[in-house]
């Protein structure tokens, strides 16, 4: 029997292209230009980020999956959920580590991955049918910043969990309207669980960033063709460099993709042009580096708690257990 289904909120479709997203044109417009990190990811660049994660120089995925592997016994006896919601969940990965838990099968009634491309969403929705036949799957395939609604009713006591430190992303105005939205997912007694990277030295984060094998710097020019596609753009993704370092004061790495000549791109859907100029950047993604202090702060002001703070023995990541208040 077939037992999952994919609802699909495309933030990339031929209706979003008869009317454009407002923040491409906005972004380009702005000084820095910029463009959103969820235009990294059609098929293609997820295909590329997990690639990504398996380079040497990025240890994000690694040790969170180190983590999840230790904990995963003791939080899901803990915390006992009938329901699992990923928000960007990939090729839902990571999650099975929790799924595949010795008993979860007595209280786990459905897992809910929540991704922005509507293929990577099918994609693991039928590979986790095939590993857990015992789970419902609903997929939702939308932006989290504007579709957590559309996330189904829950089917029982409710796990949210967001990995990746992709919370990071995002910035503090947006992280805050994030962590309230899923809140409201939230009733008592269900659980938030989140995954953050942490502050360390300088050269380990930036190489986190800067791949020897040029892996991030392709998955960075994706973007443009994202954009490409999304609004009847002409840009030349090989005529940009990808450029990434930590800014301290800020405590978060920054990407940019910066123009090897002056440039005039046509943005179709807008019926306009923009011109980048020789030397000129586009900030394309921050992803924000936390401590305990600055994590717990975050979260309260959401209207959460930390129940559980799990790290690995070099407290490079974090993966937090937090319960709504």
């Given at each position: 029997m077939n037992n999952y289904s994919v609802d699909a909120y495309p933030v990339r479709s031929q209706a979003v292209i008869e009317a454009p997203p407002k923040d491409i044109l906005e972004g380009l417009t702005s000084t820095p230009k910029r463009l959103s990190p969820k235009y990294f990811y059609d098929?293609?660049?997820?295909?590329?980020?997990?690639?990504?994660?398996?380079?040497?120089?990025?240890?994000?995925?690694?040790?969170?999956?180190?983590?999840?592997?230790?904990?995963?016994?003791?939080?899901?006896?803990?915390?006992?959920?009938?329901?699992?919601?990923?928000?960007?969940?990939?090729?839902?990965?990571?999650?099975?580590?929790?799924?595949?838990?010795?008993?979860?099968?007595?209280?786990?009634?459905?897992?809910?991955?929540?991704?922005?491309?509507?293929?990577?969403?099918?994609?693991?929705?039928?590979?986790?049918?095939?590993?857990?036949?015992?789970?419902?799957?609903?997929?939702?395939?939308?932006?989290?910043?504007?579709?957590?609604?559309?996330?189904?009713?829950?089917?029982?006591?409710?796990?949210?969990?967001?990995?990746?430190?992709?919370?990071?992303?995002?910035?503090?105005?947006?992280?805050?309207?994030?962590?309230?939205?899923?809140?409201?997912?939230?009733?008592?007694?269900?659980?938030?669980?989140?995954?953050?990277?942490?502050v360390k030295d300088r050269a380990t984060l930036e190489a986190a960033y800067n791949d020897a094998e040029g892996v991030t710097a392709e998955f960075n020019r994706n973007m443009l063709r994202v954009v490409n596609l999304t609004v009847n753009a002409n840009f030349v993704p090989e005529e940009f460099v990808h450029y990434s370092y930590f800014n301290e004061e800020e405590s978060r790495i920054e990407m940019h993709l910066v123009a090897k000549s002056d440039q005039t791109v046509t943005l179709g859907a807008y019926d306009t042009a923009i011109t980048v100029e020789a030397g000129e950047a586009i900030w394309t993604e921050s992803s924000h580096k936390f401590t305990r202090d600055s994590a717990t702060a975050m979260l309260s002001a959401a209207g959460f708690e930390i129940d559980q703070w799990y790290t690995d023995e070099n407290e490079m990541f974090a993966v937090i257990l937090a319960t709504p208040t």
């Amino acid at each position: 029997m077939n037992n999952y289904s994919v609802d699909a909120y495309p933030v990339r479709s031929q209706a979003v292209i008869e009317a454009p997203p407002k923040d491409i044109l906005e972004g380009l417009t702005s000084t820095p230009k910029r463009l959103s990190p969820k235009y990294f990811y059609d098929s293609v660049g997820s295909a590329l980020f997990e690639r990504i994660t398996r380079l040497p120089e990025y240890y994000p995925t690694r040790t969170e999956r180190k983590i999840l592997a230790q904990i995963g016994q003791e939080l899901m006896g803990r915390v006992r959920p009938e329901e699992v919601v990923e928000l960007g969940s990939g090729y839902a990965l990571k999650i099975r580590t929790l799924l595949g838990i010795h008993g979860a099968e007595d209280y786990l009634k459905r897992y809910v991955p929540f991704d922005v491309d509507d293929e990577t969403v099918e994609m693991a929705a039928e590979t986790i049918m095939k590993l857990f036949p015992f789970l419902e799957v609903h997929g939702v395939a939308g932006d989290f910043n504007q579709h957590l609604d559309k996330i189904p009713a829950p089917a029982g006591k409710r796990m949210v969990v967001f990995f990746g430190s992709t919370i990071g992303n995002l910035s503090p105005l947006e992280r805050h309207e994030f962590l309230s939205a899923v809140r409201e997912l939230l009733r008592p007694g269900d659980s938030f669980l989140l995954g953050v990277d942490l502050v360390k030295d300088r050269a380990t984060l930036e190489a986190a960033y800067n791949d020897a094998e040029g892996v991030t710097a392709e998955f960075n020019r994706n973007m443009l063709r994202v954009v490409n596609l999304t609004v009847n753009a002409n840009f030349v993704p090989e005529e940009f460099v990808h450029y990434s370092y930590f800014n301290e004061e800020e405590s978060r790495i920054e990407m940019h993709l910066v123009a090897k000549s002056d440039q005039t791109v046509t943005l179709g859907a807008y019926d306009t042009a923009i011109t980048v100029e020789a030397g000129e950047a586009i900030w394309t993604e921050s992803s924000h580096k936390f401590t305990r202090d600055s994590a717990t702060a975050m979260l309260s002001a959401a209207g959460f708690e930390i129940d559980q703070w799990y790290t690995d023995e070099n407290e490079m990541f974090a993966v937090i257990l937090a319960t709504p208040t």
